[in-house]
């Protein structure tokens, strides 16, 4: 008990004002890059930063991993038990969900996780270095792809230090996005189905009781 008391004093400890952070000689702060008139910045260390920013990129970089963020996740779980608790199970439907997260964790990454990797790890003069807002942020993540159209956000230098497979990757970055966005939209209209069609298929039962 007093070990989670001495972790929970260091994390509800209040973090540093946003001036205070940049003057702190444990934090190596450098320019990143700049986008539609505003510069970005990062810790110099990846892995010397902040606890709350670096839990969250801990966080973030887990979904870019699996290639499916929590929603996705949460999604994939209720069309699982939803066809399992149906009248009449489909292992078929099962399957296929099932090779659809295989396949998904093979494919190349999702440019909505490695947007929201890159958010946590580059911040302007208007945050606070040592936390993370999720809302501002979410608009930061729309200013970016409002700045680099087609996925050119994708060819700058710091984004290919973050993520090195796009220096590897052969396809254009626009293709790359585009087909991203097909099979995602593909997997969730997979998932919907699966849950809308078991609870069909227990209305129909009911319907016959």
């Known amino acids: ?104 964790i093979a494919m190349i990454r999702s440019p909505e996780l490695i947007y929201k990797l890159a958010s946590v790890v580059y911040f302007d003069k208007k945050e606070n270095p040592t936390a993370y807002d999720f809302k501002y942020n979410q608009e930061k993540i729309k200013r970016w792809k409002e700045a680099f159209p087609s996925g050119s956000f994708f060819s700058q230098e710091p984004i290919k230090v973050l993520v090195p497979f796009l220096v590897d990757s052969e396809q254009n970055l626009e293709t790359y996005q585009s087909l991203w966005e097909k099979v995602h939209q593909y997997h969730l209209d997979v998932l919907s189905s699966a849950l809308s069609g078991s609870s069909s298929s227990k209305e129909k039962n009911k319907a016959v009781k």
């Not at 991993?65 to 199970?89: F, G, P, T, W």
């Not at 296929?96 to 998904?104: F, L, T, Y």
Request: aromatic residues 14%; charged residues 30%; contains cysteine.
């Open 1 to 104: 008990m007093k070990y989670l008391q001495r972790i929970w004093s260091i994390f509800r400890h209040k973090p540093k004002a946003a001036s205070d952070i940049w003057k702190d000689s444990r934090f190596v702060i450098n320019y990143a890059f700049t986008a539609d008139g505003t510069d970005y910045y990062c810790f110099d260390d990846m892995v010397n930063k902040p606890y709350e920013r670096a839990l969250t990129a801990i966080d973030f970089y887990s979904e870019l991993q699996m290639n499916c963020d929590h929603d996705y996740l949460v999604l994939h779980v209720k069309a699982i038990r939803e066809v399992l608790n149906s009248a009449k199970i489909n292992i078929f439907e099962i399957n296929k969900i099932n090779e659809q997260m295989a396949e998904r």
